[in-house]
């Protein structure tokens, strides 16, 4: 790969080779290029060209055709055979076209704000509909506990076991299929159910928080939470340590009032919402995470399913979630247009239906009222609750505290909290990040009113402790991390560990991109020593609002030399829209003006320094 490399630089040799510094033992500084200083002042220009409007099942369909299989129902030559995605059933007011020879008639819309904030263009269905969704299969179903008739009494086993004489053999097996009719003993209020186990063979880890605070000021567009989780007692089994880089899995249960809000609509009982019951599935993983796909019987409760195993926010509705609605639905013109978006003649609505905000489960049930499918059913359709992954914030080596007379060791994370609309409240919380905001309140709130001994936690697991971040850091060779927001906090613990190095703090550099830094720089003054020397922050907000894309090029002689470098390394964190494509858009043009590389070379270039390790790019 290296040899790649070098014969892609040697045909442009004359100004590939990165200059070393005039002084060895001072490299490059964070300093503003003079050529570009004033040209990436202004913020990065959109093109004029508008891209072509594209309906989902376009995306779709490219994306996976799996995937618009499970969500439409049809096979993409179906779905294709009838939409292009091109919008040529729509006229050039957005209305939708009337197909000759079709009947249609006018239906009563649903006279309640769920429904209207679905924003769905309907105003007439065709009286016949064509290619309407088969109910699903149901694989999943509820059944209350009783005793199977092959476990005798406890009268009658006393009998029989003073007839045959083998009584050790008979009491294991009658406790078994007992035990199998019980709940464990297991506080699922702090942590999922066992099954649900989304890092097999091992379990999730109720971890205690040890602080709490707001990294965010006043004002900040974006709410960031810092979190010091205790792992003193965290299994160790495993055979896998923490490590500088790596991320911890996080099971983050569903908002306690949306659970109970389902379970109200749903018209589950309330006696029957924490009573056990058998559930049985007949095939797939679900409820586990990452489990064999296979059916399971297995005892738990109508609230810790929707708690913990299925994601009731996070998806735009599927057909198969719609068509069960339909075929529950009471009133007739609920059901009318319920069974349009799920035919033939709707897919357009349900295309533009499903590329509009994220639809919670309970909206659509207050949207259709005499809607009111059995739980069982729904939770055949619904997408599972995936766990959510971050990156550590600190050295976890060296993190330790002393306390209760005894050491602690701490692991340090940080969390952006993630907004979508809503129709009621107009945002609510995504389904991690409102959890930790949550708990982060919790624990606020009980350390102002002077509790000691504070007791909330986090459902956890050592989750990607081998992810590009942690594999590719090592212990020597110059470093630029660069990153905006919440992408920064793992290079916190990079800084934090190289530091502690000798002769090591000319070789890390940080470039920190952030709307405000009064209001909105992470972890300011908490990476060590030498700070100054190899952080630089970038706001988009104030002052020349530059982007820490344009800082990229800006820094041209610095990313050239350290990329050139031997054991020379760039790091690239945060979200991929905006500042991922912008980093990698900006690294690409330092490539062509210091390596006087053609673009395709310039691209091609990055790209063999990724496979080589060099280059690692975290996004999402």
Same mark, same amino acid.
């Given at each position: 790969m290296a040899a790649q490399v070098d014969r892609l630089m040697a045909q442009h040799s004359a100004n590939s080779i990165p200059e070393e510094p005039q002084l060895p033992s001072i490299a490059p500084s964070l300093t503003y290029s003079e050529s570009s200083e004033h040209s990436e002042s202004e913020e990065p220009r959109q093109s004029d060209e508008q891209p072509r409007r594209r309906r989902a099942s376009t995306v779709l369909i490219v994306r996976s055709p799996a995937d618009i299989q499970r969500i439409t129902g049809e096979t993409t030559t179906q779905l294709v055979q009838r939409c292009c995605g091109g919008g040529c059933c729509l006229t050039s007011d957005g209305k939708r076209v009337k197909k000759q020879g079709i009947e249609y008639e006018r239906v009563n819309l649903p006279d309640n704000d769920a429904y209207r904030a679905l924003g769905l263009k309907i105003e007439e269905v065709p009286t016949v509909l064509n290619n309407i969704l088969d109910l699903p299969e149901q694989t999943a179903f509820l059944q209350p506990l009783r005793r199977p008739s092959n476990v005798p009494s406890p009268t009658e086993s006393t009998a029989a076991l003073n007839m045959d004489g083998n009584t050790a053999s008979a009491t294991t097996d009658i406790e078994k299929s007992i035990q199998k009719l019980a709940l464990e003993d297991l506080d699922t209020k702090i942590q999922p159910p066992s099954f649900v186990q989304p890092h097999?063979?091992?379990?999730?880890?109720?971890?205690?928080?040890?602080?709490?605070?707001?990294?965010?000021?006043?004002?900040?567009?974006?709410?960031?939470?810092?979190? !010091?989780?205790?792992?003193?007692?965290?299994?160790? !089994? %495993?055979?896998? !340590?923490?490590?500088?880089?790596?991320?911890?899995?996080?099971?983050?249960?569903?908002? %306690?009032?949306?659970?109970?809000?389902?379970?109200e609509l749903l018209l589950v009982p309330r006696f029957l919402r924490d009573k056990p019951v058998l559930l049985r599935t007949t095939k797939g993983r679900w409820p586990t995470v990452w489990g064999e796909d296979q059916a399971r019987e297995l005892v738990t409760t109508r609230r810790d399913l929707l708690t913990w195993c299925s994601d009731i926010q996070s998806y735009p509705p599927t057909k198969q979630l719609l068509r069960i609605l339909a075929e529950s639905a009471t009133n007739e013109d609920e059901r009318k247009v319920l069974f349009f978006l799920c035919s033939a003649e709707g897919q357009g609505v349900f295309c533009d239906f499903r590329t509009g905000p994220h639809i919670t489960v309970a909206q659509l049930l207050h949207a259709f009222p005499s809607a009111r499918p059995p739980l069982d059913l729904l939770l055949s359709v619904l997408q599972p609750l995936m766990p959510r992954f971050y990156s550590l914030s600190n050295d976890p080596h060296e993190s330790f505290l002393r306390r209760d007379?005894?050491?602690?060791?701490?692991?340090?994370?940080?969390?952006?909290?993630?907004?979508?609309? !809503?129709?009621?409240?107009?945002?609510?919380?995504?389904?991690?990040?409102?959890?930790?905001?949550?708990?982060?309140?919790?624990?606020?709130?009980?350390? %102002?009113?002077?509790?000691?001994?504070? %007791?909330?936690?986090?459902?956890?697991?050592?989750?990607?402790?081998?992810?590009?971040?942690?594999?590719?850091?090592v212990a020597d060779g110059p470093m630029l991390l660069i990153g905006a927001g919440v992408g920064i906090a793992p290079f916190r613990g990079f800084v934090q560990r190289r530091l502690k190095t000798a002769n090591c703090a000319n070789k890390v550099w940080v470039l920190q991109g952030c709307r405000d830094s009064l209001v909105d720089e992470l972890y300011s003054g908490e990476w060590g020593v030498h700070e100054d020397e190899v952080k630089r922050v970038v706001e988009s907000r104030r002052g020349q609002g530059r982007y820490v894309q344009e800082e990229v090029k800006a820094q041209a002689d610095l990313v050239w030399y350290i990329i050139n470098s031997v054991d020379g390394r760039v790091f690239v964190c945060g979200s991929s829209k905006g500042m991922g494509e912008g980093v990698e858009e900006a690294l690409i043009e330092v490539a062509m003006e210091k390596g006087n590389l053609q673009r395709d070379e310039a691209k091609q270039f990055w790209e063999l320094k990724g496979e080589v390790g060099q280059y690692i790019a975290e996004t999402w």
């Open positions: 097999p063979p091992h379990h999730v880890f109720p971890a205690r928080i040890h602080t709490a605070r707001e990294l965010t000021g006043q004002g900040a567009e974006k709410r960031t939470f810092h979190f !010091d989780i205790d792992v003193t007692n965290y299994p160790e !089994d %495993e055979g896998v !340590d923490f490590k500088v880089g790596g991320a911890i899995g996080v099971s983050a249960p569903n908002d %306690e009032s949306m659970v109970e809000e389902l379970l007379g005894k050491q602690h060791r701490l692991i340090e994370i940080a969390v952006t909290v993630h907004t979508a609309s !809503d129709w009621r409240t107009g945002s609510r919380n995504g389904v991690g990040s409102g959890f930790f905001q949550r708990q982060a309140l919790k624990y606020i709130e009980a350390q %102002e009113r002077g509790e000691k001994d504070i %007791e909330v936690y986090i459902p956890m697991f050592k989750g990607l402790m081998a992810n590009p971040l942690a594999k590719q850091f």
